[in-house]
């Protein structure tokens, strides 16, 4: 299980696959370059390896502790010839997966089919995330999903009330139906990799002075269910507000020693239950963030370096524009294009600069300060490196997993 929660969130172990390494070697020299001489040195020309891509604002849930509420139902989406341009012109700067997750439900969008279909005919590996309201949808195109591609629905809850009160869907959404078809894509298609995504909230948690649901008592039931429906793994990870003030996403803002080591061994207790559950029939995932909790490091994963180095690596294109990073959606800070800032040769070129520009400029040691950063440990892996006088013919490559960043 170890090995497994390595290969999943270990991101700079990733940056270290044979197909991705001598990208990685572009930028660490284009970084010492800059530390030596000026900023004017030339750009290594690279896309991004992996973008998160948000088809539409639109959601059918009001889910009391979501990160991008302030970005829904605003009418915007991609439409399908923008998407086709835009995953043609990274297909061609070195583009390896697509999630397509976030700022909405991407199953609302009028051309989700297609757009999984564009995606896959390019030979991409694709990760899909969904609430699970339309797996209708899912299932139209589950056939054309491989082995290193995956479904993940935003479960939240083993139990159908505490699913209600933490999702709040629009329309009924009956979590047992949910279960019921997400097996069915299971037996239609054994190769994809099925997923129960679980955020924890635990009794206390309040966003925007609305006291959340808790569903930590339900941990252990969520692998049980898992397992009764043929998913592959439940993915863990710890509940995150976006801070009025701020707008920045937060892990444990505010919250004395005294109560975070109480949660934390609540955790930890319903973990072992779930794990006594799993028995390998089922793989429980840890979050980055929910890991560097348990082992009493969150105030070391909100020690970010200056330079947020994953950016050049992984970026996020959405209707309102192409954002630096996931926790950063919507912010105009960390827009970098408009959302056809990939649509052409040209435009991936600006974009590309102003990405470049990023890097140097957006201070993540100040403006990431209270996130629990997924890319923490790449980041440092990254700028130690850089500052180093390791040869970079000497990085050690691992064989090729997955792409997703």
Known sequence: ????????????SKLRQESVITRVREYISWQRDLDRCSYNQILPHLGPISINLDVTSACNYLCSY???????????YLKLEEVRKTIDTLHANGLLSVILVGGGEPTLHRNFGEIVRYIKNKRLEIGIVTNGSRMDKIAEVAGLLEEKDWIRISIDAARKDTFRNLHRPKKEVILERILREAQKIKEMNSRVSLGYSFVIVWDGLENNGNRLSPNIDEMADSVRLAKEHAFDYVSFKPC??????????????????????????EIKKNLRKAEEIAQGEVKILESVNLRAMLNGETARIKKQPKRCHMQFFRTVVTPAGIFHCPAFRGIEKAKIAESDGYSTPEKLEESL????ESVMTFDAEEECKVVGCFYNHSNWWLEGIIHSAKDIKEIEIVEDHNFFL
């Open 66 to 76: 979501c990160v991008d509420s302030m970005i829904l139902n605003t009418g915007e």
């Open 353 to 356: 600069k102003r990405t470049a």
């Open 240 to 265: 995150l507000i976006r801070l009025e003030d701020s707008k920045r996403e937060s892990l444990l803002d505010k919250v004395d020693p005294e109560r975070e080591n109480e949660i934390v061994a």
């Open 1 to 12: 299980m170890e090995t497994l929660k390595r290969r999943e969130h270990d991101f700079s």
